[in-house]
């Protein structure tokens, strides 16, 4: 199994997006700092541009950390995914894992997840939950969320896509060629393999504040999912401007036929409003399709950063394993 050129391989490296994270990364940090696994254990750290003081806690952790620490922080924020690809680009493990920095994934549920990764020679494997500590809304988000992904993702069927995931260094480095501004972690690894599996390990409530998706995040996860790994929107769209064509051609069929017959047109201002206003509600809908597939075109043409790096900082043991 290869790793980084220029890195020392090791054997676990776990990288965590922090954004609102002040209060809670420390005792993440130090929790995982206990954990032995099997070829050694490095922390990845990725501030994503967060408006606390979650930089000023991070870099405080390096000079007394007992494991490699790096702390890598973005110019602003770009999103979980990217914090994520990010941090993968750093990583030098053979197997790395990805987790929140809120504490409602116990740290020590990381042994389990890498060693059924390393001893069962999965290349991905994902958490899922008895019970989600999360708010009502939340676990609907991430039901759908799901849902749209068993239909538009060549992903086993049921498969929940859980952000603790432990990816093998061979999916790490296929995910990481990626360069687009929108990355969907999960869609990327559905495109690298199918040898996927999952385990079931505790959610704890949070530990601090709330969670840091909103409905605004959540619509654009989906939208990244939708329009960055699949075509079936544009689909949908060719479908309905199909059917809405075959109603249009049925309807004036029948108004001419009635012309004909009748010797008058109908005055009916109702049905032509109801005709008018959905087809122009479906014209609508498909040209918001082909406007979002074009501006993410014209972005990504454009040269759009998936992520910028403001600076990288490294306790000792980190700066020698990079040598």
């Given at each position: 199994m290869?790793?980084?050129p220029?890195l020392?391989?090791i054997?676990?490296t776990?990288?965590?997006?922090v954004?609102?994270?002040a209060n809670t990364?420390?005792?993440?940090v ?7 696994p ?6 990845i750290?990725v501030?994503d541009g967060?408006?606390d003081n ?6 405080s952790l390096?000079?007394?950390a007992?494991?490699?620490i790096?702390y890598?922080?973005h110019?602003r ?15 030098r493990?053979n ?6 920095d809120?504490?409602q994934?116990?740290p020590?549920e990381?042994?389990h997840?890498?060693d059924?990764?390393r001893k069962?020679g999965w290349d ?24 749209v ?8 069927r049921g498969?929940y ?6 990816m093998?260094r061979?999916?790490?480095?296929s ?9 969907y972690v ?8 199918q ?5 079931e ?5 949070r ?7 909103t ?13 960055s790994?699949s075509l079936?929107p ?9 059917g809405?064509s075959v109603?249009g ?16 047109t109908?005055s009916?201002?109702?049905s032509?409003?109801v ?8 014209q609508?809908?498909i ?7 074009v ?8 040269g759009?950063?998936q ?5 990288i900082?490294r ?9």
């Amino acid at each position: 199994m290869t790793t980084m050129p220029g890195l020392t391989p090791i054997g676990l490296t776990i990288v965590i997006p922090v954004y609102r994270g002040a209060n809670t990364i420390g005792q993440v940090v130090a929790e995982l700092s206990a954990l032995k696994p099997e070829g050694g254990l490095e922390i990845i750290l990725v501030n994503d541009g967060s408006p606390d003081n979650s930089g000023d806690v991070c870099r405080s952790l390096l000079p007394n950390a007992t494991v490699p620490i790096t702390y890598i922080e973005h110019a602003r924020n770009y999103g979980e995914h990217n914090a994520v690809m990010t941090g993968l680009r750093k990583a030098r493990g053979n197997y790395v894992i990805t987790m929140d920095d809120d504490l409602q994934n116990p740290p020590e549920e990381v042994i389990h997840l890498y060693d059924h990764a390393r001893k069962g020679g999965w290349d991905v494997v994902y958490t899922r939950y008895a019970i989600k500590q999360h708010a009502a809304w939340r676990n609907l988000g991430s039901r759908f969320a799901n849902a749209v992904a068993d239909r538009l993702l060549d992903k086993p069927r049921g498969l929940y896509l859980s952000s603790f995931r432990c990816m093998a260094r061979l999916v790490v480095e296929s995910v990481t060629r990626y360069t687009g501004p929108y990355p969907y972690v999960d869609g990327l690894i559905m495109e690298v393999t199918q040898r996927i599996d999952s385990i079931e390990v505790r959610h704890l409530p949070r530990a601090e504040g709330r969670s840091n998706y909103t409905l605004t995040r959540l619509v654009r996860l989906w939208l990244n999912l939708a329009t960055s790994f699949s075509l079936a929107p544009l689909r949908v769209a060719i479908f309905l401007g199909i059917g809405m064509s075959v109603l249009g051609a049925v309807g004036a069929s029948a108004t001419i036929a009635e012309a004909l017959i009748t010797r008058a047109t109908p005055s009916g201002y109702a049905s032509t409003m109801v005709v008018i206003l959905l087809v122009g509600g479906v014209q609508s809908m498909i040209l918001g399709v082909l406007g979002e597939y074009v501006g993410r075109t014209f972005l990504s043409a454009n040269g759009k950063p998936q992520g910028t790096v403001r600076s990288i900082s490294r306790n000792r043991a980190a700066e020698e394993g990079a040598l």
